[in-house]
């Protein structure tokens, strides 16, 4: 794990649980110690694997083989909604908003799960791929709405929390990205 | 008997190839279904082109360039290429032509469709390599196949036997993939301190549920997810023992209570069936395309080529 991965809010919200249930035992923790602790075990046994696998590597690469996975290590309390609006004069509509069947628009190729690896896995920045899977959603959304002047791809990211839990109504817009028709 | 001998013997007994045929049927098909829905959602071009072609990729993401593109000039018909390439490799593998060959052109096809868009390649693509790799070696094609039709005049081959170590290798990454699955479940909300809420906060994720879950936060519903979630973690724990239930199965003459009753009651099944509802219920509530699909053809491998034929005699006794 990187420094960026510590500042992201669903790992924070896991390492003070975590933090939390060690300190119910009466062991004291602050959190860069835990941190130390955990970029210690973390970089010596990645750097020990890559270097086991080193002279599979040629061969992993070509046939698109290995043993890389995690179904669902850690459940995202903190997810994040695909969501696309376009301008009309001075109104903003939402057209597209993913799992949600009032605003239908692209949801098939949204919910595609090669699609959705393209979205969901963007991080820091928006740029590169994410930037050109906007630009393909604006081209799309341009075709079926003649009347939008710009489309803005975001992603609204909220919390989820346990049913006896305090919602806190948490909604942070992200990776927002706008193509104005003029564009081309 | 020693162990070494046994671990040779394990690996180097033959068997029936059914159970390795139907697997490379069922995985090549649903990819198949998968990559027709990339051709009629319009996703070839930004799936498999290059950046100049109007492709997705990030040129600058790139450690090295991926070879299909520094063979062939990228352009729009270059990613249908690529598409169609791998569609006729499937439908070959499908049908059982040229079985090896055509398995081996999937794998090496479906590679550069990963490192191409690597964010568009998921965990269960890869799994799926690992397999076609494994059944490229396999004598899969000797039965329900055009080779088999075409060696022996029968589409049902002559009978002849093929090596039991690609299916064995197979039950392995499957075991393997499910319990390093499962050690990776470090997330606090699938322990018990976290009411093993797991299963509820993952169905909330709009990215991957079908539908609205929120009504899950009612009794019982919501206690049915912890369920849920704790015989999932339960269940890829307990991996492991299907190599024991497996070794039991290969030495029935040594004996013993816990032998006989694993083989009486058919326990692997029982593990296996814990692992269909499993899938199904992801197949019913999540939107992850082929995964579960995918995963349940792998199951065909658990069955031993001999149990196929009682099956199939069953069915056609009723």
């Excluded at chain 1, 119910?24 to 970029?39: E, N």
């Excluded at chain 2, 270059?78 to 499937?90: E, I, P, Q, R, T």
């Excluded at chain 2, 694993?262 to 692992?275: D, N």
Aim: proline share 6%.
């Amino acid at each position: 794990m990187n420094e960026a991965s510590f500042s992201r809010p669903e790992v924070r919200e896991e390492l003070q649980r975590w933090m939390g249930l060690v300190e119910a035992l009466g062991i004291p923790l602050d959190r860069s110690q835990v941190k130390s602790l955990v970029k210690s075990i973390g970089g010596p046994v990645g750097r020990a694997r890559w270097r086991a696998m080193k002279p599979f590597r040629g061969i992993f690469d070509l046939t698109g083989t290995g043993q890389g996975w995690a179904l669902f290590a850690t459940a995202d309390s903190h997810p994040q909604r695909l969501e696309v609006w376009i301008g009309v004069g001075d109104e903003e509509v939402l057209v597209s908003r993913r799992a949600d069947p009032a605003y239908p628009h692209l949801a098939r190729e949204l919910a595609f799960r090669r699609v959705r690896g393209v979205y969901d896995s963007v991080t820091g920045k928006p740029k590169g791929t994410y930037r050109r899977f906007t630009r393909w959603v604006a081209e799309r959304t341009f075709e079926a709405y003649p009347e939008a002047e710009w489309v803005r791809v975001q992603q609204v990211r909220t919390h989820t929390v346990l049913p006896w839990e305090k919602e806190d109504g948490q909604e942070v817009v992200r990776y927002a990205l706008t193509h104005e028709r003029s564009d081309g | 008997m020693s162990p070494l001998r046994y671990w040779v013997g394990l690996w180097n007994q033959v068997e029936h190839p059914r159970s390795l045929a139907l697997v490379r049927i069922a995985l090549a098909l649903i990819l198949l279904v998968d990559l027709l829905e990339v051709a009629w959602l319009d996703l070839v071009v930004p799936i498999m082109g290059a950046e100049e072609a109007g492709g997705w990729p990030d040129p600058d993401a790139y450690k090295s360039p991926p070879l299909y593109y520094t063979l062939i000039e990228p352009s729009v018909g270059a990613a249908w290429m690529l598409w169609g390439s791998l569609v006729a490799a499937l439908v070959a593998t499908a049908a059982g032509f040229a079985t090896p060959l055509s398995l081996l052109a999937v794998v090496l096809l479906y590679a550069q469709v990963a490192l191409i868009l690597p964010s568009a390649d998921r965990g269960i693509d890869m799994l799926m390599r690992n397999i076609f790799l494994v059944l490229a070696f396999s004598g899969c094609g000797r039965w329900a196949s055009v080779d088999a039709r075409l060696r022996t005049g029968s589409w049902w081959g002559d009978g002849a036997d093929a090596p039991s170590w690609p299916r064995r290798l197979i039950i392995l990454q499957v075991l393997v993939m499910y319990f390093t699955a499962g050690v990776q479940k470090i997330g606090y909300t699938w322990t018990p301190f976290g009411h093993f809420g797991a299963l509820y906060i993952l169905l909330q994720d709009p990215a991957v549920a079908r539908t609205d879950f929120s009504w899950l936060a009612a009794t019982p519903w919501f206690q049915l997810t912890q369920l849920g979630t704790a015989v999932t973690l339960l269940w890829e724990w307990s991996t492991p023992i299907m190599l024991l239930f497996f070794y039991y199965r290969s030495t029935p003459e040594r004996g013993g209570r816990l032998r006989a009753w694993t083989l009486r009651y058919k326990l692997h099944l029982w593990w296996l069936a814990v692992g269909v509802f499993f899938h199904l219920g992801i197949a019913v509530t999540m939107v992850l395309g082929l995964f579960p699909w995918a995963m349940l053809g792998t199951y065909l491998a658990f069955v031993h080529p001999e149990e196929w034929r009682a099956v199939w005699r069953r069915i056609s006794k009723s």
